[in-house]
């Protein structure tokens, strides 16, 4: 039987190694290879991996997808390509945006050049509902008009087209996905969800951006990834498709949630200076996932928010201690 194989950029971050331990578990599917290329910037963490470190259809490569010339190379070594690697927390950008511009829009371009100049035969792009920009009423089908707001947003659109126009210029078979917001375990604890829950399993207080009612989607990350291998098999050249969660809640509503959820109370909550340019409310319409590819969120938010809270509170080696790679140790550096 032949393999398919396939390059994981971003790999040992939190949605893209949730992709390949999926990949290479009991329950996926038999036919593939995996190569994870990853920087191992302060979000990955080596220990992300661990379940799959044994299989003999894994492989770790520590690089940069700004290199070229390391993209060349593994673009000639595989058939397609699933693409998470990315600068992804907004505040961080409004800090500073060249590092998100650097990887977010160059790296994907040299992706993108190395998968043309090889003939790698699909590239599978990540996105974010953070492109098309606050919305107040209604929900964001995949022909919205882009808009955003923060650098972060910003680096992530022009991603979107660049990746886009290599289809349409050169026949590139791309395909673009734009999730909402994630959540579940092995998340860096920065996110709204697992910061809150790691400093209140801690004691401590937790920062709540202005008045609390900016409304996200919330999608579980086994949801997520059941889309992208979706996208990946079914989909077609040069379609986006949006890919939510359905439980749409203000971070008022999800903060108490989670003081609840780790036995705490408001007290616990410190009111702090809205962030700048803070999108008001993200929704996308995810019906042609569902039509085309019959994609369908299947995590009771309950559930999968009990069982999120469960891990960090049982796993604070996995979290708290970020594990790099040792090239002697197996990985290969470059």
């Known amino acids: 039987m032949s393999q398919t194989r396939i390059l994981v950029t971003g790999g040992a971050g939190f949605i893209g190694s949730h992709y390949v331990r999926t990949l290479l578990g009991p329950l996926g599917p038999d036919d593939v290879t995996v190569t994870v290329l990853d920087a191992f910037t302060y979000a990955a963490n080596l220990a992300n991996l661990d379940p799959v470190a044994d299989s003999d259809r894994y492989r770790l490569v520590v690089g940069d997808i700004c290199d070229a010339g390391l993209a060349d190379r593994l673009m000639a070594e595989h058939d397609q390509v699933v693409h998470f690697a990315a600068e992804s927390h907004v505040d961080r950008s409004l800090a500073s945006a060249t590092e998100f511009v650097r990887s977010n829009v160059l790296g994907t371009q040299t992706l993108l050049d190395a998968a043309l100049r090889n003939g790698v035969g699909r590239f599978v792009h990540i996105s974010t509902d953070e492109v098309y920009g606050s919305i107040a009423a209604g929900s964001c089908s995949e022909e919205q008009p882009l808009h955003p707001n923060s ?180 990985a290969e550096a470059c």
């Open 151 to 330: 650098p972060y947003a910003a680096s992530k659109a022009s991603s979107d087209l660049i990746a886009l126009a290599y289809h349409r210029s050169h026949g590139l078979d791309v395909r673009v996905t734009r999730c909402s917001n994630n959540y579940g375990h092995h998340q860096f604890p920065e996110k709204i969800i697992p910061l809150f829950v790691t400093r209140l399993l801690a004691g401590k207080k937790v920062p709540l951006y202005g008045d609390g009612l900016n409304v996200r989607d919330w999608l579980h990350v086994d949801d997520h990834i059941r889309a992208v291998e979706l996208v990946r098999t079914q989909g077609r050249a040069g379609e986006v498709y949006n890919v939510g969660g359905g439980t749409e809640l203000d971070n008022r509503g999800l903060t108490g949630l989670l003081l609840e959820a780790c036995g705490a109370d408001w007290d616990s909550v410190e009111y702090v200076t809205d962030r700048k340019g803070h999108d008001r409310r993200y929704s996308v319409d995810w019906r042609k996932a569902h039509v085309e590819l019959g994609y369908k969120p299947q995590t009771d938010f309950a559930e999968g928010l009990a069982e999120t809270v469960a891990w960090y509170r049982d796993n604070p080696g996995v979290w708290g201690r970020a594990v790099r790679p040792d090239p002697a140790a197996g």
